[in-house]
Structures are given as C-alpha cells and as structure tokens.
C-alpha cells in the first residue's frame, strides 16, 4: 500500500493508478491527465462499481509494448472509433473528450 500523502489521506489516487496501468498495460508515461465523465453500475452480484474516465497524453513519442494481456491497439480520430466495437457509452465519451480538446470546454455525458 502507498504511504499517505497527509497524516490520514492519499492524495491523486485516480491520476497514480491510472499512470501506474497505463506504463504497465502499454510502456508509456503520460502527463496531462484530466476528468471526463462518471458511471456507476450494478454487477451481476448487486454490487455497485463507480468507473471514472480520465484521459492523458504521453509524455514522449516511443514505442507501444503491450503487455501480455493485451494483443493489438490502434490511435484512431473520433470518426474512425465509430468502427470499432465500443462498449455501450464509450462513444458518447469520446466525444465529450473531443469537444473538450477542440474547444476546452467540458460536456456532460448525454448533454449535446
């Protein structure tokens, strides 16, 4: 476990864990993080899971080293990700992002 940040609290624990998946999942360090969107569902078990979608750019271009897990990435425009099977929402999150990054300002999920 990481040692707190204060004398009680851990401080940026989304933005550590997403940094920390990111280097092991593809090999890359990334800056600039920042907030889409939240979701909360029920699994099957009724237990609910809050999901928090955040987006980063890499620090340096380099290559991609997918871990093991994994087998194929693609770095494709909010056009292109229209061919691929999203799961349900995720395209609706692409484009909150994409007028984030075209205007910077921030949509709501469903909110036009």
Request: charged share 35%; net charge negative.
């Amino acid at each position: 476990m990481k040692k707190k940040d204060t004398s009680e609290h851990w401080y940026n624990v989304l933005e550590n864990t997403l940094r920390k998946e990111i280097k092991e999942e593809t090999g890359l360090e990334i800056k600039n993080i920042g907030y889409v969107t939240s979701m909360v569902y029920i699994r099957p078990d009724e237990i609910p899971c809050l999901i928090v979608s955040l987006f980063a750019e890499p620090k340096e271009e380099k290559n991609i080293t997918l871990c093991n897990a994994l087998t194929d990435f693609a770095w494709v425009d909010l056009n292109e990700s229209k061919n691929y099977d999203l799961i349900e929402g995720i395209y609706e999150e692409l484009e909150i992002l994409d007028k984030k990054l075209k205007t910077g300002k921030m949509g709501e999920w469903g909110v036009k």
